[in-house]
């Protein structure tokens, strides 16, 4: 069963080509190293030959996943969304009731995470905590640790 994923248009343009260069660049590369290993002799004993066939496997296995995703992907309208709730591409202020810390992130879908520019997965622990809250409410977050209490400050888009 496939898994529909949401995307900005930023992230499906980095998917996309991403996709193209694994086509364009890496399978040509991929068929030259197992052409230089097929001329270096008897393939029954030639390791540098399985190698290239094992990578070549590999790139071919994660072209497909790609291709997949892409087949899922759908790429969000932010017009459509309700800005009054923490929704993907929200931009939420949030503060941790135990140490007084405030942080700021940024709902995006899976593909898109990316915790040093503060953009968390809506399918991360804080994330699905998230998703729904309006400002003035109290996410329960269930954690490794056991569940951590977060104001909800802020939401933007």
């Given amino acids: 069963m496939s898994k529909v994923s949401y995307y900005t248009a930023e992230g499906l343009k980095k998917l996309r080509d991403e996709l ?7 399978r040509p590369k991929a068929s030259q190293a197992i052409g230089e290993a097929r ?8 390791a540098e030959y399985d190698a290239a066939k094992e990578a070549q496997g ?3 296995m994660k072209i497909s996943k790609l291709e997949e995703t892409l087949s899922n992907a759908r790429l969000i309208d932010e017009s459509q969304l309700d800005s009054s709730k923490a929704l993907v591409l929200s931009k939420v202020k949030i503060r941790n009731q135990t140490n007084g810390m405030e942080m700021t992130y940024t709902l995006v879908a899976d593909g898109e995470a990316d915790l040093a520019s503060g953009k ?10 998230l998703l729904g809250k309006s400002v003035g409410e109290v ?5 490794p640790n056991g569940i951590i209490k977060f104001d909800v400050l802020e939401i933007s888009r």
């Fill in 20 to 26: 193209s260069y694994l086509k364009d660049v890496e």
């Fill in 39 to 46: 001329d270096k002799g008897d393939l029954s004993e030639n």
């Fill in 58 to 60: 590999m790139l071919e």
């Fill in 120 to 129: 968390i997965s809506v399918n991360s622990p804080i994330g699905k905590g």
């Fill in 139 to 143: 996410a329960d977050i269930q954690v």
